[in-house]
């Protein structure tokens, strides 16, 4: 029996904008408003909070114990082994990577990424909603692999760089690898819903402050700002970091 379960990355340190997980938008820490997102899925079985051994993290784990969170302790920097670590201990098969620092994801959006996974024929390690290209906005950014999969990645990537971000060993080696994407119809890449900065923060502060809570969909926030594009300008100029 597949169990299927959520790791969502989280710590205090940021280069541009730290402390952001806990940051509060309309009166609650960010990271509250995704995982009750995240806990709307269907299909996950287990949401948990993957942070570091850290004293600052500990804001963290305060909260997971205060909202009677899941969660995990592991290595700053070697995040692949934190996840992998991390998986072990909850006994996952399926993973669904997540980042603390996306209070927009969707689970719509997550559990179709899921669905591709599990209906695939013949079977697939990953899926990923920003392969081949992204065309869904940055931020709603979902990828599922198997237990397999991530054991293997953890296993034989021996780039640091790579290891700090998951699953560059994986996307860049097909031919180890079964991989598939699941993109929009309409390229919306150019769309910026993570938080990473101040301009960041205050644009999601402001779709929040709209709709007064999480329960909203990706939907109503295209529809939200298709009427209020000015909204978009608020983050429009930060780039994301990229990958060598």
């Avoid at 990424?113 to 899926?127: C, G, L």
């Avoid at 779709?207 to 978009?232: A, G, M, Q, R």
Wanted: hydrophobic share 40%.
């Amino acid at each position: 029996m597949k169990h299927i379960v959520a790791i969502v990355q989280a710590r205090m340190g940021s280069t541009r904008l730290p402390g952001k997980v806990l940051k509060k938008i309309i009166g609650t820490p960010m990271l509250v408003h995704q995982i009750e997102r995240i806990l709307r899925s269907d299909l996950i079985n287990t949401v948990v909070i993957s942070t570091t051994m850290k004293p600052e993290d500990d804001q963290i784990i305060a909260l997971c114990k205060e909202r009677g969170w899941k969660f995990f302790r592991g290595e700053e920097n070697d995040l692949l082994d934190r996840y992998y670590q991390t998986a072990l201990h909850y006994d996952a098969t399926m993973v669904v990577r997540l980042t603390a620092d996306c209070p927009l994801i969707d689970p719509e959006i997550i559990d179709q990424v899921i669905s591709v996974f599990i209906r695939a024929d013949p079977p697939v390690d990953f899926v990923s909603n920003s392969l081949p290209i992204q065309t869904f906005p940055r931020g709603l950014d979902t990828e599922v692999m198997s237990i397999g999969a991530l054991k293997k990645a953890w296993r034989e990537d021996r780039n640091p760089e790579w290891r700090e971000h998951v699953t560059p060993y994986i996307e860049r080696n097909p031919s180890k690898f079964v991989i598939m994407g699941f993109t929009n119809p309409v390229n919306l890449s150019h769309m910026r819903w993570t938080v990473d900065t101040l301009e960041d923060l205050e644009f999601v502060r402001k779709i929040y402050k709209h709709f007064n809570s999480n329960k909203f969909s990706w939907k109503e926030v295209l529809d939200f700002l298709e009427k209020h594009p000015e909204y978009s300008e608020i983050n429009r100029n930060v780039r994301q970091k990229t990958l060598k």
